[in-house]
Antibody
Framework: QVQLQESGPGLVKPSQTLSLTCSVS??????????WSWIRQPAGKGLEWIGR???????NYNPSLKSRVTISVDTSRNQFSLRLSSVTAADTAVYYC?????????????WGQGTTVTVSS | QSALTQPASVSGSPGQSITISCTGT?????????VSWYQQHPGQAPKLMIY???NRPSGVSNRFSGSKSGNTASLTISGLQAEDECDYYC????????????FGTGTKVTVL
């Protein structure tokens, strides 16, 4: 079955850009009518939706992050990516990638294990 | 954007049933049947338990059920088991100038 794996730097300096990649294995990122999402969770806190992308390239972003977020997809590498610019300590969190589309338009049933990103100088 | 409101904690004894509420507004829970529920054990990724208010993904126990009334959605866990002790999050589509997905504040379930 499809599995997701996040990767990227675990430490990012304030004001820099956070870049993460989610690699898809066990299936093609281009198959089906799926969307691919990023979600984050600060330590001890709740989940926050960052945004999602369809294979067509269509994206939806959380309005509170929209000016700083870019989600893109690379079908040749079977992966999608997150870029978050001008980071601050408030962006320190576990970042998850997830897939949706098999269970309604808003149920995400496949998740990566998460990767911890710390923003600090 | 403001999160959906859940109780911080809910507890019950093994075998009992518990219900977790998720309160939103007419811009999300109230007007759209796009409520999902996720289970999250410590150190693990969330797991989809309910989608579109009351539907269970394949493989999810029928001890978990969802419903909605007005602006409040609910997750009921029947026959409570020790393994059910963890955090639960609701989520919903929210109408906005752009499509938006919002999570609840989270509920810690304790099995007494």
């Amino acid at each position: 079955q499809v599995q997701l794996q996040e990767s990227g730097p675990g430490l990012v300096k304030p004001s820099q850009t956070l870049s993460l990649t989610c690699s898809v294995s066990g299936g093609s990122i281009s198959s089906g009518s799926y969307y691919w999402s990023w979600i984050r969770q600060p330590a001890g806190k709740g989940l926050e939706w960052i945004g999602r992308i369809y294979i067509s390239g269509s994206t939806n972003y959380n309005p509170s992050l929209k000016s700083r977020v870019t989600i893109s997809v690379d079908t040749s590498r079977n992966q999608f990516s997150l870029r978050l610019s001008s980071v601050t300590a408030a962006d320190t969190a576990v970042y998850y990638c997830a897939r949706g589309g098999d269970y309604g338009d808003y149920g995400m049933d496949v998740w990566g294990q998460g990767t911890t990103v710390t923003v600090s100088s | 954007q403001s999160a959906l409101t859940q109780p911080a904690s809910v507890s019950g004894s093994p075998g009992q049933s518990i219900t977790i509420s998720c309160t939103g507004t007419s811009s999300d829970v109230g007007d759209y049947n796009y409520v999902s529920w996720y289970q999250q054990h410590p150190g693990q990724a969330p797991k989809l338990m309910i989608y579109d208010v009351s539907n269970r993904p394949s493989g999810v126990s029928n001890r978990f059920s969802g419903s909605k009334s007005g602006n409040t959605a609910s997750l009921t866990i029947s026959g409570l088991q020790a393994e059910d002790e963890c955090d639960y999050y609701c989520s919903s589509y929210r109408i906005s100038s752009i499509p938006l997905y919002v999570f609840g504040t989270g509920t810690k379930v304790t099995v007494l």
